[in-house]
């Protein structure tokens, strides 16, 4: 005898350079990162998190920042994820943060002569973010030469990285 199951279809979601997405529906989440960074917050009690996938660090140190959608710099990103938490009532440290890209994918010869390095900022940024907000950190998976595409899963937290190379 052949029982067949009917499983529900876990809704996946590509989130795009500068979008953030924070909900409390069983979805999976994935994006596709260079020089950018993404963070993954997750509520192991509530199955509550977000991520988000942003460009540039801040958006006070840029010429001209009002040109950019609001998810596209981290310091809009950070908000808006405080912002979710706090209508949540909940804390910050309630949740597993993970933060993953700043990849040096960008690999021209004279890449040392600009005054940053975007990946690197990114990571700074995301990093010291977290920790002043009081999120507990569980992974981080940033740096190096390549891409990345991470895959979020929201009903456990879970996070996968496929690894691609530059050049």
């Not at 260079?34 to 958006?59: E, F, N």
């Not at 981290?74 to 993970?98: N, Q, T």
Request: charged content about 20%; glycine content about 10%.
């Amino acid at each position: 005898m052949t029982i067949a199951l009917s499983l529900p279809q876990t809704r996946k979601f590509v989130l795009n350079p500068g979008e953030l997405l924070f909900s409390q529906e069983p979805v999976q989440v994935q994006t596709l990162l260079g020089s950018c960074v993404a963070i993954t917050l997750w509520h192991p009690q509530h199955k509550l998190g977000g991520m988000c996938h942003y460009l540039l660090p801040d958006r006070q140190r840029f010429h001209r920042p009002e040109r950019h959608p609001h998810g596209y710099f981290g310091s809009d990103v950070f908000h808006s994820f405080l912002e979710h938490i706090a209508k949540a009532r909940l804390s910050p440290s309630e949740f597993e943060a993970k933060i993953f890209g700043g990849g040096n994918v960008i690999l021209w010869p004279d890449r040392h002569r600009f005054n940053i390095n975007v990946a690197e900022a990114n990571i700074r940024f995301g990093q010291q973010r977290l920790r002043e907000a009081g999120f507990a950190v569980k992974a981080e998976d940033v740096g190096g030469e390549r891409y990345r595409q991470v895959v979020f899963e929201m009903n456990s937290g879970s996070v996968w990285v496929k690894y691609g190379r530059c050049g």
